[in-house]
């Protein structure tokens, strides 16, 4: 391994590791460092006690002092052997040590590997491809693409088999409801609401139902029932029933009776005038 004349040196981080230290273990660690640079094997190095208290111009008395301490505050792992020797390593410059190492590998091999121009095995060449040989190898990867058969010579206008499928739709976590409330108007239902006297755009949702309920048992005995009949059975129904309301529940229960009018019962209508239901159904629309 070559030399390095120079030590990569982190002040951030040598004063954050060091600060738990003493004035002179820390002179003993920056001695021990440059040591450890210098070393064959980067990073660690095994010497005596007393080689190492030489090195620092101190005693050994006073190296063990300042290694002990490196020792308990883990700056530096030292392994103490039985013969009297001391290994010291610094970690991070063993890391980085065996991260100069593999590069150096990697780069010698990938040089053997391809060569220089020449063909000399040993020649610089470099670790990345150039960008002539980039180009060259998208063009290939082109030419490759070029290969697959297309869907139109194949017979496959739908790029079955080229193409996966799309997914299934999703359907929404939370559908759309329906308004059950809102009513839905036809001119039947319409009509017996106005038999009532009332205005079908002013009829409640709920109310309705009572009106469909009646439309239905006319409709059991007269399917083909339209707002002409209805009109003329509520005339009719005024003539047997003066006193009591019409409504369409009434209506329905009286709708056989309401087939012709009564004509032994003054219905309280003057000959020749206008009805109170006929007033109503013609302010709606409808005509008798």
């Known amino acids: 391994m070559s030399k390095l004349p120079f030590l990569q040196f982190y002040p951030s981080d040598y004063l954050v590791d060091t600060r738990v230290l003493s004035l002179a273990a820390r002179g003993a660690w920056v001695d021990m460092i440059c040591v450890l640079h210098a070393s064959s094997t980067r990073g660690t190095s095994t010497l005596p006690a007393r080689g190492w208290a030489r090195i620092m111009g101190a005693s050994e008395e006073d190296f063990q002092s300042a290694l002990a301490e490196i020792e308990e505050m883990k ?73 697959v058969p297309d869907a ?37 239902k319409d009509a017996l609401a106005v038999c009532g006297g009332g205005d079908p755009a002013q009829v409640v949702p709920s109310a309705w139902s009572g009106i469909g309920k009646a439309l239905a048992d006319i409709m059991a005995v007269c399917p083909n029932i339209t707002v002409e009949e209805i009109a003329r059975r509520s005339l009719n129904y005024r003539t047997h029933m003066d006193s009591v309301p019409l409504t369409p529940f009434a209506l329905a229960k009286n709708w056989a009776l309401c087939d012709k009018p009564n004509q032994f019962l003054n219905s309280g209508q003057k000959p020749g005038g206008t009805s109170t239901y006929e007033l109503e159904a013609r302010a709606h629309g409808y005509t008798l």
């Open 75 to 147: 700056v530096g792992d030292v392994i103490r052997e039985c013969n009297g020797n001391v290994s010291v390593t610094c970690r991070r410059m063993m890391n980085e040590s065996i991260t100069r190492e593999q590069t150096r590998l990697r780069v010698q091999n990938h040089r053997k590997k391809h060569g220089n121009k020449a063909g000399n095995e040993s020649g610089n060449a470099d670790v990345t491809d150039k960008k002539s040989e980039v180009i060259s190898h998208k063009s290939e990867a082109k030419k490759d693409t070029a290969s």
């Open 152 to 188: 139109s010579s194949t017979g496959q206008t739908d790029l079955q088999g080229l193409i996966p499928p799309p997914p299934p739709p999703v359907p929404p976590l939370n559908p759309p409801k329906t308004d059950k409330s809102k009513h839905e108007r036809n001119a039947i």
